[in-house]
């Protein structure tokens, strides 16, 4: 594994992860989005069997961190994503990789991200998309409300998030540093406002038009008894693209594979069939 650093912004390095093929590969590196609500997470979060399944295949993976709100703005979020992309179809030479094609890989909110990306404007467009029970809006009326799931955690008090944020932008955390603060923004219905603090912001809505000229081949996969993201979302959003495949899979867990097992193994070993047969 290498680390790049690919974005210094207030004396905060902003890096990515690297993991070539043990063998010279003309496929496709996936480009990796972790998710953690925008608030929280890391770019090392995809468990290493996972990755050491897409090496298997010729798949090299490059895993990005990206600033987190509430410290930084959603515009700002978004720029440090963008130049993490930029990054990588510049730098191919120096990753040793036969050429810059790429995968966009998404979990949860980094799915999120990920379209945000595809909407907006990116240098290239990836061959495929991966999205691991995402949602195309963080507007959805559905996020719009408490979380029954968060709601039944023990309430998180503003000043309790308060001594958690920090005044500089951070890109990297775990999930015991900054998870509360996700808790106290689902259980509030103020995480639209922990993203979107300035009136000026908003995400890129996503048209028709948008879909069908920017979205490529898409894998979606999520609980269909998701208790984070409500898995109305994956449908509706299914409905809308002209080349989606969704895979619903039985689970109470919002990240079903957050641990490894024989069953997500296997849905893994799927995708991996998915993008063999579209990266030809």
């Known amino acids: 594994m290498q680390t790049v650093t690919y974005k210094t912004t207030d004396g905060n390095q902003i890096q990515g992860s690297f993991w070539k093929t043990p063998e010279d590969s003309n496929k496709p590196t996936i480009i990796y989005i972790h998710g953690g609500g925008l608030i929280f997470g890391n770019r090392d979060d995809l468990p290493q069997a996972y990755i050491d399944l897409f090496l298997k295949f010729g798949y090299s993976v490059f895993s990005l961190d990206y600033l987190l709100a509430p410290e930084s703005s959603f515009s700002a979020i978004i720029d440090s994503l963008r130049t993490g992309v930029k990054y990588f179809l510049s730098h191919a030479d120096d990753l040793n990789l036969q050429h810059n094609h790429y995968i966009l890989f998404g979990r949860s909110a980094g799915a999120y991200l990920s379209m945000q990306l595809m909407a907006g404007e990116l240098p290239e467009s990836p061959e495929a998309f991966i999205d691991f029970y995402g949602f195309e809006s963080l507007l959805s009326s559905n996020l719009l409300k408490p979380n029954a799931l968060y709601s039944s955690y023990p309430a998180v008090s503003e000043a309790e998030v308060n001594q958690l944020v920090g005044n500089s932008p951070i890109s990297h955390s775990s999930y015991e540093e900054r998870f509360l603060i996700y808790v106290y923004a689902r259980q509030t219905a103020k995480w639209q406002k922990m993203i979107f603090k300035n009136d000026n912001e908003t995400e890129v809505k996503i048209s028709q038009s948008i879909l069908k000229k920017q979205f490529p081949p898409t894998y979606m996969c999520q609980s269909n008894s998701d208790p984070d993201v409500p898995f109305i ?48």
């Not at 989606?244 to 919002?254: E, G, N, Q, R």
């Not at 641990?259 to 030809?280: D, F, P, Q």
Request: no cysteine; net charge positive; aromatic share 6%.
């Open 233 to 280: 979302n994956s449908i509706m959003l299914k409905a809308k693209l002209p080349n989606a495949k969704l895979i619903p899979v039985t689970s109470k867990d919002h990240d079903f594979d957050r641990s490894v097992a024989t069953g997500t193994i296997r849905i893994y070993s799927n995708v991996i069939e998915w993008l063999n047969n579209i990266t030809k």
